[in-house]
């Protein structure tokens, strides 16, 4: 069996490290532009769900946030019918730096994909899709404090 997580490892880290340089210039630092992307696409999120789709776990959402708070990304709107419950948006600043990291990511896409043909692309994101739902089963097992047994 190949090892297709390690390939798949190595061009997260190529795509994130790319980004984190990119990026730079805005003042955005490793890997907050994944936390600002899923809130200016999904505004109102609250924290929770964030770092579910993100696929982390709590501690590290919230320093993330805390971090786009502190910069002027994104700020936190008490839910009208929860007080204990924040809401993410993103602010003005937020909004200005959202398309050039689309930008970016779209670019990226179409890099990795270079050579492909669109039934290739089709299939290779139908066949990640599978991949990732088959981790989510572990990810949520393991994020329950259960271990897993090999």
């Given at each position: 069996?190949?090892?297709?997580?390690?390939?798949?490892?190595?061009?997260?880290?190529?795509?994130?490290?790319?980004?984190?340089?990119?990026?730079?210039?805005?003042?955005?630092?490793?890997?907050?532009?994944?936390?600002?992307?899923?809130?200016?696409?999904?505004?109102?999120?609250?924290?929770?769900?964030l770092?579910?789709?993100?696929?982390?776990d709590?501690t590290?959402?919230a320093?993330?946030v805390?971090?786009?708070?502190?910069?002027?990304?994104?700020?936190?709107?008490?839910?009208?019918?929860?007080?204990?419950i924040?809401?993410?948006?993103?602010?003005e600043?937020?909004?200005?730096?959202?398309?050039?990291?689309?930008?970016?990511?779209?670019?990226?896409?179409?890099?990795?994909?270079?050579g492909?043909?669109?039934?290739?692309?089709?299939?290779?994101?139908?066949?990640?899709h599978?991949?990732?739902?088959?981790?989510?089963?572990?990810?949520?097992?393991?994020?329950?404090?259960?271990?897993?047994?090999?």
């Amino acid at each position: 069996m190949k090892d297709i997580l390690r390939e798949i490892g190595m061009i997260a880290r190529a795509l994130d490290s790319i980004s984190n340089i990119e990026f730079k210039e805005y003042d955005l630092t490793k890997g907050q532009y994944l936390y600002l992307v899923r809130i200016c696409e999904n505004p109102g999120i609250i924290q929770e769900k964030l770092a579910e789709m993100i696929k982390v776990d709590r501690t590290t959402a919230a320093r993330a946030v805390q971090k786009l708070e502190m910069n002027g990304f994104i700020e936190k709107k008490d839910d009208e019918h929860n007080k204990k419950i924040n809401k993410l948006f993103p602010t003005e600043k937020g909004k200005t730096v959202y398309p050039f990291i689309k930008r970016e990511n779209d670019h990226s896409n179409r890099a990795a994909l270079a050579g492909f043909s669109e039934r290739e692309a089709e299939t290779l994101s139908h066949l990640l899709h599978r991949v990732r739902k088959n981790v989510e089963v572990d990810w949520e097992f393991v994020k329950k404090g259960n271990k897993r047994h090999y």
